[in-house]
């Protein structure tokens, strides 16, 4: 559905590699930073191409290809905006009064609605709260659940994690997998790796709101991102 859940349930700051799942070349660099602003967590994510001749190659004329910044408050989502240079993509979720406002902007087409909030929801860059919540049920085995909101639908998601057998020492595998079986049914498969002594995110593994030339067009980003 283009909405990353890379790095879902990260905190602090970090960077990271994001390498195309089909070839193994490092496409992007990530950097998620954090700060408190007038008592609000502020969190902003970067993503950028490794090279100048990298953009270039993918038309673009600087090394930004996409940023995200999301506002909370006491672990409360309160605003998030996404800028998709590469499509051209602009989008905004904003919460106010219990409503969800959305605003979706891809070239000449707009698209808003308006949603009566049921739910805590995460967008990619702003759930860094949401590992302490959740890993206790994780590292016993227990499922976890969370919602995700994907402004380019104008709707959330509920999604579910549940702890797998990993195959490399020291790690937790963790299946991410939507809560809706009709659209689990066409999902990409996707899932995180943590380090299993104190939760923290090694790796992502699915799509991302990146993209990847295909012809004269794009197409989604299917990525393995790892956290340095």
Same mark, same amino acid.
């Given at each position: 559905? #283009? +909405?990353?859940?890379a790095?879902?349930l990260?905190?602090?700051? &970090?960077?990271?590699?994001?390498?195309d799942?089909?070839?193994?070349?490092?496409?992007?660099?990530?950097?998620?930073d954090? !700060?408190?602003? @007038?008592?609000?967590?502020h969190?902003?994510?970067?993503?950028?191409?490794?090279?100048?001749?990298?953009?270039?190659? @993918?038309?673009?004329?600087?090394?930004? +290809?996409?940023? !995200?910044? +999301?506002f909370?408050? #006491? #672990?409360?989502l309160?605003l998030?905006?996404?800028?998709?240079?590469?499509?051209?993509?602009?989008g905004?979720?904003?919460?106010?009064?219990?409503?969800?406002?959305?605003?979706?902007?891809?070239?000449? !087409?707009?698209?808003?609605?308006?949603?009566?909030?049921? /739910?805590?929801?995460?967008?990619p860059?702003? +759930?860094?709260?949401?590992?302490a919540?959740?890993?206790?049920?994780?590292i016993?085995?227990?499922?976890?659940t969370?919602?995700?909101?994907?402004?380019?639908?104008?709707?959330?998601?509920?999604?579910?994690?549940?702890?797998? @057998?990993?195959?490399?020492?020291?790690?937790?595998?963790?299946?991410?997998?939507?809560?809706?079986?009709?659209?689990?049914?066409?999902a990409?498969?996707?899932?995180?790796? &943590?380090?299993?002594? /104190?939760?923290?995110?090694?790796?992502?593994?699915g799509?991302?709101?990146?993209?990847?030339? /295909?012809g004269?067009?794009?197409?989604?980003?299917?990525?393995?991102?790892?956290?340095?």
């Amino acid at each position: 559905m #283009g +909405a990353t859940l890379a790095l879902l349930l990260v905190a602090a700051n &970090f960077t990271a590699r994001v390498v195309d799942q089909d070839t193994g070349e490092l496409r992007f660099l990530l950097r998620h930073d954090e !700060e408190v602003v @007038d008592g609000r967590l502020h969190v902003r994510e970067t993503y950028r191409y490794p090279t100048l001749a990298a953009a270039q190659a @993918d038309g673009m004329s600087d090394l930004v +290809a996409n940023t !995200e910044e +999301a506002f909370l408050q #006491g #672990g409360e989502l309160l605003l998030y905006t996404i800028e998709q240079r590469q499509r051209d993509q602009h989008g905004v979720i904003e919460i106010d009064g219990g409503t969800v406002y959305y605003t979706w902007i891809s070239g000449p !087409e707009r698209k808003q609605k308006q949603a009566k909030l049921t /739910d805590r929801l995460a967008v990619p860059s702003s +759930a860094a709260g949401m590992l302490a919540e959740l890993w206790s049920q994780l590292i016993a085995g227990k499922t976890a659940t969370a919602h995700l909101a994907v402004v380019s639908e104008l709707d959330d998601f509920g999604f579910e994690l549940k702890r797998e @057998d990993a195959d490399k020492p020291g790690e937790t595998r963790v299946r991410v997998k939507p809560t809706n079986p009709v659209i689990a049914l066409f999902a990409p498969r996707l899932f995180l790796r &943590f380090a299993s002594r /104190d939760g923290k995110v090694v790796s992502y593994h699915g799509p991302l709101n990146l993209a990847k030339r /295909d012809g004269k067009g794009w197409r989604t980003l299917f990525a393995d991102v790892f956290v340095e």
